[in-house]
């Protein structure tokens, strides 16, 4: 199979994020940061290093702030600039999504249906080819980032789903998408299908997929067929499976770590391991994260 270009990534950013509040009542969840770095510009940075022709994020009319913040804003550049942070100003200008290299586009999804649903939304505004989908709250860190390796992998692979998987406990296999493994080779990991987070007694293996994807168009006529699936939301695993009958579907095991900011754990997690390498924050970790040093509050 001759794959093509991966010209659209998908970012579905419309959940309400209710793991994080309060800090999301006022705060879309992707743009939390890690340090100083919102999730969502990890994603970006990603499809960016892809050189993805067009963005789609599906999004909520509740959360206007992230579109304020993947677009440029030439008036804060401005004021900086003449602050003398010209630096600052030409980081910004560099983060934003201006439309030189990539088209960007923001849609709703009128319901909470799942991530099913919220991909299906993009469907009217994809390139051909296959796509991308990149969940925000999955942070991959590592060089070459994660949907860079995929890339490379998908041409050398024989399916036309190629998702991100990782080995997980097998008491943890109830919150993710579980391949049902039919062999491995490599990196690669051939499967019949996924099943959407089975209770560890139901699930055919330990392989977890977490929130990268690439995959074949078809996969949008599933969607659009598609009932709720578990948890009564409209699951995309389940549109995977039933056209991979068409497409084929496999794992790959990235290189990268994963941590899931969709926890506070996961976000205390991403934080600390940024942090210890950078010298800004050795003085820190001396201070506070020597046990026996830390006062008990109160
Ligand atoms: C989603 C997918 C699941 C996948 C997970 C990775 O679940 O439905 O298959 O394993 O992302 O993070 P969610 O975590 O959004 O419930």
């Given at each position: 199979?001759?794959?093509?270009?991966?010209?659209?990534?998908?970012?579905?950013?419309?959940?309400?994020?209710?793991?994080?509040?309060?800090?999301?009542?006022?705060?879309?969840?992707?743009?939390?940061?890690?340090?100083?770095?919102?999730?969502?510009?990890?994603?970006?940075?990603?499809?960016?290093?892809?050189?993805?022709?067009?963005?789609?994020f599906v999004?909520?009319?509740?959360?206007?702030?992230?579109?304020?913040?993947?677009?440029?804003?030439?008036?804060?550049?401005?004021?900086?600039?003449?602050?003398?942070?010209?630096?600052?100003?030409?980081?910004?200008?560099?983060?934003?999504?201006?439309?030189?290299?990539?088209?960007?586009?923001?849609?709703?999804?009128?319901?909470?249906?799942?991530?099913?649903?919220?991909?299906?939304?993009?469907?009217?505004?994809?390139?051909?080819?296959?796509?991308?989908?990149?969940?925000?709250?999955?942070?991959?860190?590592?060089?070459?980032?994660?949907?860079?390796?995929?890339?490379?992998?998908?041409?050398?692979?024989?399916?036309?789903?190629?998702?991100?998987?990782?080995?997980v406990p097998?008491?943890?296999?109830?919150?993710?998408?579980?391949?049902?493994?039919?062999?491995?080779?490599?990196?690669?990991?051939?499967?019949?299908?996924?099943?959407?987070?089975?209770?560890?007694?139901?699930?055919?293996s330990q392989?977890?997929?977490?929130?990268?994807?690439?995959?074949?168009?078809?996969?949008?006529?599933?969607?659009?067929?598609?009932?709720?699936?578990?948890?009564?939301?409209?699951?995309?695993?389940?549109?995977?499976?039933?056209?991979?009958?068409?497409?084929?579907?496999?794992?790959?095991?990235?290189?990268?770590?994963?941590?899931?900011?969709?926890?506070?754990?996961?976000?205390?997690?991403?934080?600390?391991?940024?942090?210890?390498?950078?010298?800004?924050?050795?003085?820190?970790?001396?201070?506070?994260?020597?046990?026996?040093?830390?006062?008990?509050?109160?």
């Amino acid at each position: 199979m001759t794959h093509k270009r991966v010209r659209t990534a998908i970012f579905p950013v419309a959940g309400l994020g209710t793991r994080f509040l309060p800090a999301t009542k006022g705060t879309p969840k992707e743009l939390l940061p890690v340090i100083d770095t919102p999730l969502i510009q990890y994603a970006i940075d990603e499809a960016r290093e892809v050189g993805v022709e067009r963005m789609i994020f599906v999004s909520h009319p509740s959360k206007a702030a992230i579109e304020h913040y993947v677009m440029d804003d030439a008036r804060l550049r401005a004021t900086l600039v003449d602050h003398g942070k010209s630096d600052l100003a030409h980081e910004l200008e560099e983060a934003a999504l201006d439309t030189r290299d990539c088209e960007v586009i923001f849609v709703t999804q009128p319901e909470p249906r799942g991530l099913g649903d919220a991909v299906a939304c993009a469907r009217p505004h994809l390139l051909d080819g296959p796509v991308a989908v990149i969940l925000p709250d999955d942070l991959i860190l590592g060089t070459p980032g994660c949907l860079r390796e995929m890339v490379d992998a998908y041409d050398r692979g024989k399916a036309g789903h190629l998702v991100a998987v990782m080995e997980v406990p097998k008491a943890l296999t109830g919150r993710y998408g579980i391949l049902s493994v039919t062999a491995e080779d490599g990196r690669f990991v051939q499967a019949s299908g996924i099943v959407e987070k089975p209770e560890p007694d139901k699930a055919l293996s330990q392989m977890a997929v977490v929130g990268r994807y690439i995959l074949d168009p078809v996969v949008f006529d599933a969607l659009a067929q598609q009932a709720p699936g578990a948890g009564g939301e409209v699951q995309l695993t389940d549109a995977i499976t039933i056209s991979s009958v068409k497409a084929g579907v496999a794992g790959f095991r990235f290189s990268g770590r994963r941590f899931d900011c969709g926890s506070k754990q996961g976000m205390l997690a991403a934080t600390l391991f940024l942090a210890r390498d950078d010298p800004a924050y050795a003085e820190v970790f001396e201070e506070y994260l020597a046990p026996e040093d830390i006062a008990p509050v109160g």
